[in-house]
């Protein structure tokens, strides 16, 4: 298994809000990682959506995002035939990829003490 980190893909959501680390209190990113694992033809790269510490490097929970062709129930003949479909489950995917990376956000803003008051 050969795995590694890469910056955030595509344009940065402005909606992302990132809390500082629980930890060391670090400024924390949100980041995209890659892991190939398989031989040869059954070789697969698999994506996953992670929010990390850029100062102590502890990290959420990270959330796979599946690849199209198991993401939809249509064939490769079915976008053949209608390019209209394609485009309408690239959309559907589009979508479904930005859900993923919010859950990996969500994890990482996720604080099990938050709205409890510190006792007097
Ligand atoms: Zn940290």
């Not at 035939?81 to 859950?103: G, I, S, W």
């Amino acid at each position: 298994m050969n795995h590694e980190t890469l910056p955030a893909q595509g344009p940065v959501d402005a909606n992302v809000s990132l809390l500082a680390c629980p930890f060391c209190g670090g400024e924390a990113e949100y980041a995209t990682e890659s892991v190939r694992s398989g031989y040869g033809e059954y070789e697969s790269t698999e994506k996953y959506h992670v929010v990390q510490c850029k100062a102590c490097h502890s990290n959420g929970r990270r959330y796979h995002q599946k690849h199209l062709i198991h993401f939809t129930i249509h064939t490769v003949a079915d976008f053949r035939n209608n390019p209209l479909l394609r485009a309408k489950v690239e959309d559907e995917y589009e979508a479904y990829c930005q859900q993923t990376k919010q859950l990996s956000v969500d994890a990482w803003n996720k604080r099990a003490n938050a709205g409890i008051q510190a006792r007097p």
